[in-house]
C-alpha cells in the first residue's frame, strides 16, 4: 500500500477558496483507500466504480462540515463516511439467491465448516470463494461486521468508530450475524447432499 | 467460542492467507514514533492513513487500486457539481421556505386586522347560510323589501280597522260576503 503524503489542511484550504485542482487531488489521494473500504463491503449489487462515487458524492458535499480541529484526522473522517455511504447504499441491496454453485474445493470446505471433517489447507481460493459466497447471502450489516472483524481483522473498538455503533452491539451483531451463517451453511450443505 | 466459530475462523484465515499483509510492518513504525515523544498533527494524519484508513487486507483483489488524474479529475467535478447542485437546492429551499413564511404572516396579519375592524363574517349567518345551501333552497336575500303604505302617506291596515265598522258600505259588504258562504254550503251538500 503505497503511504500518501497528503496535506489535508492545505488541499481543504484550496478546495474552500473553490481551487479545482484541489479535488482533484483529494481523490487522486484518497482514491485507494476508499476504493478498499468499498471492496470491503463486498457489494454484488453495485460496482466498486459506483459506490467510490456515491462516496465522493457525499464527502464532497460534506466536505465543508469537516473541521480538521475536532482531532479526528481527515482519514477517521473519510472511512466513517464511506462505511456509512456504502451501508446505506447496500441497505437497499436484494441479497443473491442461494444457489450459487460452489466449485468441489470449496464444497470440501463448506462440509468442513459445518463438521468436523479435514479442511484442505492448500486451497485458500476455494477458501476465499466460499467466504465470498457466504457473507454474500448475509444482510448488508452483517456482511459488513463480520468482513471487518474476521477479514480486515479491525477490532471491535475500530468497527464501532467506523460504524457508530457502540461496542456491545458490535459484539451483538457479530454473534448474530455468525449464527446466520452457521445457517446458512448448514443449509447449503443440505441441498448439496439432497 | 464454540466449534463453528473455531471452523470459521481457520476459513476465514485461509481466505486472508497470502494477501497483502504489510500491517505489522506498520503498527511496529507507528509504536516507535508513539514511544520517541510527541506526535505533529502531521504525523498523526499520516499514522491514520496506515493505520485505519486502509483495511489490513484487501481481501478480493480485483486490479489496482489507482486512478489516474483524468478519470480523479471526472470524478471530483462530478462530485463537486453534484455538492454545489445540492447546495443551490437548499438555497432554493430557504428562499421558498422564508417566502411561505412570509405568506402565513401576511394571512394572520389580514386575519387579524379584519377581526379587529369588525369585518369577520357572522357565525350565525354563515351556519344559516350553509343549511339553506344543504336543502337547496334558493337564496331570497337579493329581493328587497315590499314598500310600506307609510312610505306613501297611506295609513296603515292597523289604523283603519276601527273605523271599517262604522263606514256605510260595511253592511252591504257583509251580506254579500254571507250570501257566498250560503251558495257554497248548499253546492257542498248537494254533491
Redesign the interface.
Given at each position: 500500500?503505497?503511504?500518501?503524503t497528503?496535506?489535508?489542511s492545505i488541499l481543504l484550504a484550496r478546495w474552500a477558496q473553490g481551487d479545482?485542482d484541489a479535488?482533484?487531488e483529494?481523490?487522486?489521494h484518497?482514491?485507494?483507500?476508499v476504493?478498499?473500504?468499498v471492496?470491503?463491503h463486498?457489494s454484488h449489487s453495485f460496482s466498486?466504480e459506483d459506490l467510490?462515487?456515491e462516496v465522493?458524492?457525499t464527502?464532497?458535499?460534506k466536505?465543508d462540515r469537516y473541521s480538521?480541529r475536532d482531532g479526528v484526522?481527515?482519514?477517521?473522517w473519510?472511512?466513517r463516511l464511506t462505511v456509512n455511504t456504502c451501508r446505506d447504499v447496500l441497505r437497499a441491496e436484494v441479497r443473491r439467491p442461494r444457489l450459487v454453485g460452489l466449485s468441489a474445493q470449496a464444497g470440501e470446505?463448506l462440509e468442513?465448516?459445518?463438521s468436523?471433517r479435514d479442511?484442505p489447507?492448500a486451497?485458500?481460493h476455494a477458501?476465499?470463494e466460499?467466504?465470498?459466497v457466504l457473507l454474500a447471502e448475509l444482510a448488508p450489516d452483517d456482511r459488513l461486521v463480520l468482513?471487518?472483524l474476521?477479514?480486515?481483522?479491525?477490532s471491535v473498538a475500530?468497527i464501532a468508530q467506523l460504524t457508530g455503533w457502540s461496542n456491545t452491539l458490535v459484539k451483538v451483531r457479530a454473534f448474530r450475524a455468525?449464527r446466520r451463517?452457521?445457517t446458512l451453511a448448514e443449509r447449503r450443505v443440505r441441498e448439496q447432499g439432497s | 467460542m464454540t466449534?463453528?466459530?473455531d471452523?470459521?475462523?481457520?476459513?476465514?484465515d485461509?481466505?486472508?492467507?497470502?494477501e497483502?499483509a504489510?500491517?505489522a510492518e506498520s503498527t511496529a513504525s507507528h509504536a516507535g514514533s508513539v514511544r520517541a515523544g510527541a506526535e505533529s498533527?502531521?504525523d498523526?494524519?499520516?499514522h491514520?492513513?496506515?493505520q485505519?484508513?486502509?483495511?489490513?487486507?484487501?481481501?478480493?483483489e480485483?486490479g489496482g487500486?489507482?486512478?489516474d488524474?483524468a478519470r480523479?479529475?471526472r470524478?471530483?467535478?462530478?462530485?463537486?457539481t453534484?455538492?454545489e447542485g445540492?447546495a443551490r437546492a437548499l438555497r432554493e429551499w430557504r428562499g421558498l421556505a422564508v417566502a411561505a413564511g412570509l405568506f402565513l404572516a401576511c394571512l394572520v396579519g389580514l386575519a387579524w386586522s379584519a377581526d379587529a375592524l369588525g369585518f369577520t363574517p357572522s357565525i350565525g349567518e354563515t351556519r344559516q347560510d350553509i343549511a339553506r345551501l344543504a336543502r337547496k333552497v334558493p337564496s331570497t336575500s337579493f329581493i328587497p323589501q315590499p314598500p310600506q303604505p307609510a312610505e306613501f302617506g297611506l295609513p296603515t291596515l292597523a289604523e283603519i280597522e276601527p273605523k271599517l265598522a262604522a263606514w256605510p258600505g260595511a253592511h252591504f259588504l257583509t251580506s254579500i260576503d254571507d250570501w257566498f258562504t250560503l251558495t257554497q254550503t248548499s253546492a257542498e251538500k248537494s254533491q
Open positions: 500500500m503505497t503511504e500518501p497528503l496535506d489535508v479545482p479535488a482533484t483529494l481523490v487522486l484518497t482514491h485507494p483507500w476504493l478498499r473500504w471492496r470491503a463486498r466498486d467510490v462515487q465522493y458524492l464527502m464532497f458535499a466536505l480538521p484526522p481527515f482519514a477517521h473519510l472511512s470446505w468442513s465448516l459445518t468436523e479442511v489447507i486451497e485458500t477458501a476465499r466460499l467466504v465470498d468482513s471487518l474476521d477479514l480486515q481483522q479491525l475500530e455468525r451463517l452457521r | 466449534g463453528f466459530d471452523r470459521w475462523r481457520r476459513l476465514v485461509a481466505a486472508r492467507r497470502g497483502n504489510g500491517s498533527s502531521g498523526r494524519e499520516r491514520a492513513w496506515e485505519f484508513a486502509g483495511p489490513k487486507h484487501d481481501a478480493v480485483r487500486t489507482h486512478i488524474r480523479a479529475a470524478m471530483a467535478m462530478l462530485a463537486r453534484h455538492a445540492r
